[in-house]
């Protein structure tokens, strides 16, 4: 069974910078791309960045690129979400995700597996 979970988020205040992580497990982590969504309260879940399965292709949300990059250590079955000049905006949940496929994927429905969540609050 595949299990995915996150770690790293907190309480940080705006400009500052958090590194979430999302250790995998279940299946052969190189395989397939990964990807970070967030959901705030009251709002739907957004596609924050994705990553194919080497690395080598990522693919940011306009809303953060340039601030945040996402980027995975195979040998470590981790895939990571370096937030720098973090905004109020941010503050959400965000969760990790894996799909079926070796290829980056942006939208939600192309992910089947997801964490638990960890909860971001950037404080103004």
């Known amino acids: 069974q595949v299990q995915l979970v996150e770690s790293g988020g907190g309480l940080v205040q705006a400009g500052g910078s958090l590194r979430l992580s999302c250790a995998a497990s279940?299946?052969?982590?190189?395989?397939?791309?990964m990807g970070w969504f967030r959901q705030a309260p009251g709002k739907e879940r957004d596609f924050v960045a994705a990553i194919n399965w080497s690395g080598g292709i990522t693919y940011h949300a306009d809303s953060v690129k340039g601030r945040f990059t996402i980027f995975r250590d195979n040998a470590k079955n981790t895939v990571y979400l370096q937030m720098n000049s973090l905004k109020p905006e941010d503050t959400a949940i965000y969760y990790c995700?894996?799909?079926?496929?070796?290829?980056?994927?942006?939208?939600?429905?192309?992910?089947?597996?997801w964490g638990q969540g960890t909860q971001v609050t950037v404080s103004s």
């Open positions: 995700a894996t799909t079926l496929s070796s290829a980056l994927r942006v939208g939600v429905g192309a992910y089947v597996y």
């Open positions: 279940g299946r052969t982590f190189s395989s397939y791309g």
